[in-house]
């Protein structure tokens, strides 16, 4: 692990950074998703692409989660993990849900569109982390025998 560079080591190292990469991952996922569904070829309206996109990404971000940053830990079984992932995260995108719908009824500026959906991805972002600690992938120290 020593040869590895600085940064690297820092994201295998600190949590916070591997959930943060995760995150820009899945963000990148949901993204596209959104641009393609509700701006670039307008198959549904804004906020129902803001819907799409959200539910796929937070299904890539808890894959990835599960697997890479928090893979380390001893917790629940897979589908209460799913179950209270989607709890946890019910905050953000409704957030982002919000303020992409309330945009598009005051604009059809995509811009606008863009600068509310990212509002939403970062404001989802520090409440998401907070929950993903303390609820979803909370430490379990193993029973002592």
Not at 70 to 98: E, I, K, M, N, Y
Not at 121 to 145: A, D, K, M, S
């Amino acid at each position: 692990m020593e040869k590895l560079p600085r940064l690297a080591r820092l994201f295998l190292e600190k949590r916070i950074y591997r959930v943060l990469l995760m995150g820009v991952i899945s963000v990148m996922v949901q993204s596209i998703l959104f641009a393609t569904l509700g701006l670039w070829f307008a198959v549904v309206r804004p906020s129902t692409a803001a819907l799409i996109s959200t539910e796929i990404g937070l299904l890539v971000n808890f894959y990835l989660n599960n697997r890479f940053s928090f893979g380390d830990r001893s917790h629940a079984p897979l589908l209460t993990l799913l179950f209270r992932f989607h709890v946890t995260v019910t905050g953000s995108f409704f957030c982002q849900w919000l303020l992409v719908f309330t945009t598009e009824h005051l604009t059809t500026n995509p811009y606008a569109l863009l600068a509310a959906y990212i509002t939403g991805v970062l404001i989802g972002f520090i409440l998401n982390y907070t929950g993903y600690r303390l609820w979803v992938w909370r430490h379990h120290e193993p029973p002592q025998l």
